[in-house]
């Protein structure tokens, strides 16, 4: 296989309500800095000519057009809750341009969800128009997606079994508030690992500030960044001056190249 180089970029970094939220006036809702605004999480993975997405959320449609996403290949879906499923409809743009039904890839909890979100994707006859898809069901492990070798990585959101990605020594790790030591193991050697921290208090399914910045010092990539941020957070580069080197708050747009 021809090597190639794969650049990531972080199409958005706020937890489920995005920032700022509706109706809110706190002072991060009101800020003007283009960091305090957050679009629902998502990952663009582009490896030569071949576009991924990790998590097709209510922003998916903004996230393409300002990416200048032409094409795009697959999905890979960390788990089903709404803010990461919301916009797989959208997904029509390119399964009508490309004239495919859209790859999705996901555990076989998350794709029976799918299913019940478009059910008129997956009726006997859909009518015309309908968008398509082919459901691929993963587990954690090795996984090739058209040419782009990745890692599949079990951790827990609460109760909720859910999956990280590695592509080569970057692992992205939303929605999670445990990471078992096996995971660790398999997140060695990280130039960048980017990581759940929803804001200050305990939460009952995803890392608070304090428990990431703990989980980030065991795993000890080069370089942290926390993603999946509330509005509670605090304003970006209040808390960014807060964080140890190696460690900040993500940003929608930040990307990061991998040889
Ligand atoms: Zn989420
Ligand atoms: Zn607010
Ligand atoms: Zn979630």
């Not at 979100?117 to 954690?140: H, M, R």
């Not at 989980?215 to 957070?233: D, G, L, P, R, V």
């Amino acid at each position: 296989m021809k090597h190639q180089k794969t650049k990531i970029t972080l199409l958005g970094t706020g937890t489920s309500q995005g920032v700022p939220v509706m109706g809110c006036k706190c002072e991060v809702c009101v800020s003007p800095h283009a960091k305090d605004k957050r679009l629902r999480t998502s990952v663009l993975i582009t490896h030569g000519d071949t576009n991924l997405v990790i998590d097709c959320g209510p922003d998916f449609r903004q996230q393409m057009l300002q990416q200048n996403v032409d094409t795009l290949d697959a999905v890979l879906l960390t788990h089903e809750h709404q803010d990461h499923v919301a916009g797989l409809d959208e997904l029509r743009s390119y399964i009508f341009k490309q004239k495919l039904a859209m790859p999705i890839f996901a555990e076989e909890r998350v794709l029976r969800r799918v299913k019940t979100l478009i059910p008129y994707a997956f009726t006997k006859q859909p009518y015309p128009g309908a968008p398509t898809y082919n459901l691929n069901s993963i587990v954690p492990g090795p996984l090739h997606i058209h040419g782009v070798f990745i890692k599949a990585i079990r951790a827990l959101h609460g109760n909720l079994p859910v999956l990280g990605f590695r592509i080569k020594n970057f692992a992205y790790l939303t929605d999670v508030n445990f990471i078992s030591e096996e995971a660790i193991e398999q997140l060695q050697d990280l130039e960048v690992l980017v990581l759940d921290a929803l804001h200050h208090n305990k939460h009952h399914a995803h890392f608070n500030l304090q428990e990431a910045l703990e989980i980030a010092n065991e795993i000890s990539a080069q370089k942290t960044y926390f993603t999946h941020i509330s509005h509670s957070m605090g304003l970006h580069e209040v808390i960014n001056k807060k964080l140890p080197v190696a460690m900040a708050l993500a940003y929608d747009g930040l990307s990061f190249n991998f040889g």
